[in-house]
């Protein structure tokens, strides 16, 4: 699907490598990335390999130092009728993934969720909030427990919420 937000070309899938992912290792999992956003955008959401049967959006935002569009998959909780959670988990790695640094630095971005698209603000999710979302993520796969484990960090979790762009 192209739209002024995604043009038909994607630019690469992240922005500021986690500093030990050597680039080979970087060139691979971009590779990944950008096959499970071709099949998201071509079956209208869904994927098959590990992502099957996982609620995941595609996350574009504004690369922190190019300024270059950057699109994403992630895995997504529901959290209300405009919002939605994402987890920087970056598989377990101990940094967080570009796509967050991203965010943290310009909070604005475009989701894809199935078919639709949309823009969002980000934040990050604290105390009781950000708890409360990690313990319904940890509950609906378990596999994120081990991710923040394995990660030896406490694993961000944002809250995406619908905006029209206006301030």
């Not at 080979?24 to 956003?37: A, C, S």
């Not at 939605?84 to 991203?102: E, I, M, R």
């Not at 105390?127 to 923040?148: I, S, T």
């Amino acid at each position: 699907m192209q739209t002024p937000d995604h043009p038909a070309s994607d630019t690469p899938a992240s922005d500021t490598p986690a500093p030990d992912i050597t680039a080979r290792g970087r060139d691979r999992v971009n590779t990944v990335n950008q096959r499970v956003i071709e099949e998201f955008r071509a079956r209208q959401g869904r994927v098959g390999g590990v992502f099957e049967g996982q609620p995941l959006l595609l996350l574009t935002t504004t690369g922190a130092r190019s300024g270059l569009p950057r699109t994403n998959p992630a895995v997504y909780l529901p959290d209300g009728e405009d919002r939605l959670a994402v987890f920087a988990s970056n598989g377990g790695a101990p940094a967080a993934p570009a796509w967050y640094h991203n965010l943290a630095a310009r909070p604005e971005a475009t989701v894809e969720v199935g078919d639709r698209t949309y823009r969002v603000r980000a934040r990050e999710a604290t105390g009781a909030e950000r708890e409360r979302l990690w313990d319904r993520q940890v509950a609906a796969d378990p596999q994120f427990a081990a991710f923040q484990e394995r990660a030896g960090r406490r694993i961000p979790v944002l809250v995406l919420t619908r905006w029209d762009g206006r301030p």
